[in-house]
């Protein structure tokens, strides 16, 4: 079937388009756009692949595809099709709800606002879109309370001076507009106020309102001047409890995307540089790498949303940013701008959504569901047979020919069980070589657990090795030596000394920089383990040169090991003068020292 499949990839044309996979029944499991669909889809059927592309591969018994005149016209096909199809292998956003907006028909005499679940181009204006009609309700009542705005099914100016005021006159959360002496103009402020803090603009409103209320009390209208002192607290309070409702179309809306033990998608929105609002989407781990799936994430939640800021930042680069934004711009009538931003305060925002993103995994998830779901994804990358429940580590140290010592460290369930920790002094080496030292450390922890020894037991389910595929080939052989097949990876690191990647013995690298939970276990296991080889290494050279400062009078442990930690060996000590001695251990103890030395070396020159 593969092979099929591949034969008919290779006769694609190299133009855009949209590919469709199929299953056995021939629904649609997956949709994906391509610059040139014959190098994409064949892709998916040559070479290896990520666990979960690979089970969407294994599930494909037949693809489609759609030319499309560009890179754009692929983008909105794609869009349509995903919408249309909803396949399970696409990542999808799973609230599609809607996001209503407060809609203002100035046109009216008397305005009204009511709720709209779309912002069509029909004269009125609209504000929004926010979390929900429930939310969006709640807002134009806070509204109306505030500016004593009416909220019953009357009609004005037909209404006015028909029927008794309602219990709200009564109570005080309406103006009683229905009731003669009110005028239109008045009526039609305040609901321009009401705009104004929609817009985010309460400060320009209180300063209007404050403004009327001095010239009010200044001309002695003292009712007057307390019935807006009354309003300004309103707005006030109004401000501070409803910050999130002051946006129209924002500014700026900053997204994160975060892979945990399960995945987020957050978009924060901003304006004037606060945070006015937060939207949130857990998902399960999607097929695309982080760029694909950021892409096709935006493309969803603003086409559900209704509206587009002027202003995208995005945290990772996408192959298609130039059509995705040309999608946004069109959708809207206006234009949109996407960034990635890498540094400053735009850098700042979106640093601040993926935090947004992580803290919601956090707080979604317990800590032994996160490490299950770490240890999970880090099975199906690299293919285990068995559920990594214990991970043995082990890692090479020296200082010249001396002290040559391995360290293995021991992970279960994700946390280190330092009880299993193991050290070996790796014996009958006149220079570091850090292969032979691996595959003696490695023989002589499998050996005891084949002579039975209890210390040694149970054998682990995976085995990382500090170094390349070299380091991971000998560990296997060494394994192999004693008749024993276990699962070795080599922990590859980068230009910083963080492990990046995986590697097998014969060389293929599994990176998993990608999925930051299995990036910040193994790096943890690989900075313990290098740990405990130090340490143990640093104890031995300090054992053996303590041996000799042990003969001074009057000098400690705690000199012995700050002397050595300082100058590094005896030979340094030695040569060292009084002076540089002092700047490390008390004047009293340099000169012991200094002058042990000397009387040493006296001693020498007369024998």
């Known amino acids: 079937m593969l092979d099929t499949l591949l034969e008919k990839a290779n006769n694609l044309p190299l133009l855009p388009g949209v590919y469709i996979m199929l299953d056995e029944k021939s629904e649609v499991i997956y949709v994906g756009k391509a610059k040139r669909l014959k190098n994409r889809v064949v892709s998916y059927f040559r070479g290896e692949h990520t666990p979960k592309v690979a089970a969407m591969v294994d599930k494909v018994r037949d693809f489609n595809v759609i030319v499309a005149s560009s890179e754009f016209e692929a983008l909105v096909l794609e869009n349509s099709l995903i919408k249309r199809h909803k396949p399970h292998y696409n990542?999808?956003?799973?609230?599609?709800?809607?996001?209503?907006?407060?809609?203002?028909?100035?046109?009216?005499?008397?305005?009204?606002?009511?709720?709209?679940?779309?912002?069509?181009?029909?004269?009125?204006?609209?504000?929004?879109?926010?979390?929900?009609?429930?939310?969006?309700?709640?807002?134009?009542?806070?509204?109306?309370?505030?500016?004593?705005?009416?909220?019953?099914?009357?009609?004005?100016?037909?209404?006015?001076?028909?029927?008794?005021?309602?219990?709200?006159?009564?109570?005080?959360?309406?103006?009683?507009w229905c009731?003669?002496?009110?005028s239109e103009e008045d009526y039609r402020t305040r609901v321009e106020q009401a705009a104004l803090i929609l817009e985010g603009k309460s400060e320009e409103l209180l300063s209007q309102l404050r403004e009327k209320m001095e010239q009010a009390a200044e001309e002695l209208r003292f009712e007057q001047a307390a019935a807006l002192r009354d309003r300004i607290r309103a707005v006030e309070a109004l401000s501070q409890?409803?910050?999130?409702?002051?946006?129209?179309?924002?500014?700026?809306?900053?997204?994160?995307?975060?892979?945990?033990?399960?995945?987020?998608?957050?978009?924060?929105?901003?304006?004037?540089?606060?945070?006015?609002?937060?939207?949130?989407?857990?998902?399960?781990?999607?097929?695309?790498?982080?760029?694909?799936?950021?892409?096709?994430?935006?493309?969803q939640y603003y086409a559900t949303r209704g509206a587009v800021p002027r202003h995208v930042l995005l945290p990772v680069e996408c192959d298609d940013l130039e059509e995705l934004e040309?999608?946004?711009?069109?959708?809207?009538?206006?234009?949109?701008?996407?960034?990635v931003p890498k540094r400053g305060e735009r850098l700042r925002l979106v640093e601040s959504a993926?935090?947004?993103?992580?803290?919601?995994?956090?707080?979604?998830?317990?800590?032994?569901?996160?490490?299950?779901?770490?240890?999970?994804?880090?099975?199906?990358?690299?293919?285990?047979?068995?559920?990594?429940?214990?991970?043995?580590?082990?890692?090479?140290?020296?200082?010249?020919?001396?002290g040559i010592v391995a360290a293995m460290t021991v992970h279960v369930d994700g946390r280190p069980l330092k009880r299993d920790y193991r050290k070996f002094r790796i014996r009958g080496l006149e220079q570091p070589d850090d292969y032979a030292s691996m595959y003696q450390a490695l023989t002589r922890r499998l050996t005891h657990y084949l002579e039975g020894d209890e210390k040694f037991a149970p054998l682990p389910d995976l085995l990382l090795i500090d170094g390349g595929a070299e380091h991971a080939a000998t560990a296997r052989r060494a394994a192999e030596d004693l008749g024993?097949?276990?699962?070795?990876?080599?922990?590859?690191?980068?230009?910083?000394?963080?492990?990046?990647?995986?590697?097998?013995?014969?060389?293929?690298?599994?990176?998993?920089?990608?999925?930051?939970?299995?990036?910040?276990?193994?790096g943890n296991i690989q900075e313990e383990t290098h740990r405990s080889a130090v340490e143990y290494q640093r104890s031995l050279r300090a054992e053996t040169y303590g041996s000799t400062l042990e003969k001074i009078p009057g000098v400690g442990k705690k000199r012995r090991e700050e002397l050595i930690g300082y100058f590094k060996?005896?030979?340094?000590?030695?040569?060292?003068?009084?002076?540089?001695?002092?700047?490390?251990?008390p004047k009293n103890t340099a000169h012991a020292v200094w002058t042990y030395f000397r009387s040493e070396g006296e001693e020498q020159e007369q024998l």
């Open 326 to 339: 040309t999608f946004l711009s069109e959708s809207t009538g206006r234009k949109t701008s996407l960034e």
């Open 91 to 176: 990542i999808l956003l799973k609230d599609d709800k809607g996001y209503p907006f407060i809609r203002v028909d100035r046109q009216s005499a008397y305005p009204q606002m009511t709720v709209s679940r779309t912002a069509p181009k029909d004269g009125a204006s609209y504000y929004g879109p926010f979390g929900g009609r429930y939310r969006t309700r709640e807002i134009i009542d806070v509204l109306r309370g505030a500016l004593l705005l009416p909220d019953c099914t009357r009609k004005f100016p037909r209404d006015i001076g028909r029927e008794r005021p309602c219990l709200k006159y009564q109570m005080g959360s309406c103006a009683g």
């Open 179 to 182: 009731l003669e002496g009110h």
């Open 354 to 402: 993926a935090l947004n993103a992580r803290e919601e995994i956090l707080r979604r998830t317990t800590q032994a569901e996160r490490r299950s779901k770490t240890l999970e994804w880090l099975q199906k990358a690299l293919d285990l047979e068995v559920f990594p429940r214990r991970i043995e580590a082990f890692d090479i140290s020296n200082l010249g020919s001396f």
């Open 569 to 585: 060996s005896v030979k340094a000590i030695r040569e060292a003068g009084e002076e540089e001695l002092a700047a490390v251990v």
């Open 484 to 522: 024993l097949s276990l699962p070795i990876f080599g922990m590859v690191k980068d230009e910083r000394h963080r492990t990046r990647a995986l590697v097998t013995p014969e060389g293929r690298e599994i990176g998993i920089v990608g999925n930051q939970a299995v990036f910040a276990l193994v």
């Open 241 to 299: 409890k409803q910050r999130v409702i002051s946006t129209a179309f924002s500014d700026t809306d900053a997204v994160g995307f975060i892979r945990g033990a399960k995945s987020c998608f957050t978009v924060l929105h901003f304006r004037g540089g606060d945070m006015i609002g937060k939207d949130t989407e857990m998902l399960d781990e999607p097929v695309e790498d982080d760029g694909e799936a950021v892409s096709n994430l935006v493309r």
